[in-house]
């Protein structure tokens, strides 16, 4: 059986500054320190980023029926904004599924919001149908909304500093 789920998160930032996070390995250094209960460690198995990177993703103790596996880089667009990971070893393939996939696309919307679409496609066995029920985009929603707010910081931490000297200079 072949699925697939979306989720959407409006983002008051702009499309390039988005991904510059999600484009990069940056997000897997950002979200084990922005989500630590959702994933504790992200590890550079091989590769610089782009195509064929391979990370090793390891989540807290507890998460129910996963406790890491590994994804290769398929696609990372950087002209159009999208990256697609699938799932090489260890997580869902250990529950009946052929294919995991993760497709990132960073939608421009206006000059100064985007779209974050996050897909996730999956094929399974049919004996294994029942685990379709362990797919949820609720972690990419958070990941998503945590990476827009660290953005946002950033931004303001910049600004800060700018807006103290022009007042000083008056």
């Known amino acids: 059986m072949e ?21 990069s390995l940056l997000i897997g250094q950002l979200l084990p320190q922005l989500l ?13 980023g782009g195509v064929g990177t391979v990370l090793l993703l390891t989540f807290p103790p507890g998460t129910t029926g996963l406790e890491s596996y590994k994804e290769k880089f398929v696609k990372v667009d950087n002209e159009n904004y999208v990256k697609e990971a699938i799932a090489v070893e260890g997580g869902y393939l250990n ?21 974050i679409r996050s897909t ?3 094929e399974v066995d049919q004996e294994h ?5 362990l797919v949820s985009t609720s972690a990419l929603a958070a990941i998503a909304e945590a990476i827009t707010r660290h ?19 008056e």
Do not use: M
């Open 120 to 122: 996730i496609e999956y």
């Open 36 to 48: 630590p209960d959702l994933l504790s460690k992200v590890e550079l198995v091989d590769g610089d």
């Open 3 to 23: 699925g697939s789920l979306c989720h959407e998160f409006e983002a008051d930032v702009t499309a390039a500054e988005v991904w510059e996070v999600y484009g």
């Open 95 to 115: 529950y009946g599924f052929n294919k995991y996939l993760v497709r990132f696309e960073i939608i421009e919307k206006t000059d100064e919001t985007s779209v």
């Open 151 to 169: 953005i946002k910081e950033q931004k303001s931490a910049e600004q800060a500093p700018k807006q103290t000297s022009d007042k000083q200079a």
């Open 129 to 133: 149908i029942s685990n379709t029920s």
